[in-house]
């Protein structure tokens, strides 16, 4: 499959089944807003950027994790059982996703969350569409994750954890929350150990992609979040 070139101007994507085995389907364009509301309405997301360049990807299979499979293992309800956290969202979206870019990843040098990422997110957050999960310990935000919700699909992009288990429960408190707000699904993205030890799964693109179909007629709840009855629902803060 040919990797296609995107310029600044036209923000419209190739099809995602053209995207090559491991998923890339594009380089070039930009991070503007339309561009990326544009881009996860169509299952593709931007990855990393190289000498000026973003990678996007529309990988086969689709990681995902549907609310209702969420696992919480014995350790994790101890944590929650003794309220060891605080919960907050779209407190503190800068430091959370800055937090995201410092954190060194195993296998990996540096990180793709470059200051155009972080840039091109908070514009997002600016503008309702992006949202932060915060974890405090006492007054210290000890882990948190990122990532932007269209209709009733959220699509989550990274997380942190400066404290064991931190960025797990925050995870776990936003899936919790997002099921009891009718959210059908999490977009993980890519396969991970972690991810996939709370409960997420491939799907194939085919079928991912009717979901996307079907949540185009779904309302986007536009503006900050917060977290309602004991974080038994999300409300616009």
Known sequence: ????????????????????????????????????VLAYRNGIFPWFEEDGQFFWYAPDPRWVLFPKDIRIHKSMRSIFN??????????????VIRSCAETPRGGQQG???????????????????????????GDA???????????????????????????KA????????????GFWLIDCQQQTAHLESLGARG???????????????ERTMVGKWAFNGDKGVITKG
């Not at 003794?82 to 430091?95: G, N, P, S």
């Not at 840039?119 to 569409?129: A, K, N, P, S, V």
């Not at 935000?141 to 288990?165: C, D, H, K, Q, T």
């Open 1 to 36: 499959m040919p990797v296609f070139w995107l310029n600044d101007q036209d923000i419209t994507f190739p099809h995602p089944t053209l995207a090559e085995p491991g998923g890339l389907l594009a380089v070039g364009g930009n991070l503007s807003s339309d561009r990326l």
């Open 141 to 167: 935000l000890v882990g948190g994750l990122y990532g932007l919700a269209l209709g009733r699909i959220f699509y989550g992009e990274s997380m942190f954890a400066r404290v064991p288990n931190a960025s």
């Open 82 to 95: 003794r309220q060891k956290f605080r919960y907050t969202l779209d407190q503190a979206f800068e430091e």
């Open 111 to 137: 990180s793709w969350i470059t200051e155009s990422f972080v840039e091109g997110y908070t514009r997002l957050f600016d503008q309702g569409i992006a949202h932060s999960v915060e974890v405090w310990e």
């Open 203 to 217: 799907i194939s693109r085919e079928l991912f992609m009717e979901y996307l179909a079907k949540n185009v007629y």
């Open 170 to 181: 925050g995870f776990i408190t936003l899936t919790q929350a997002l099921e009891r707000s």
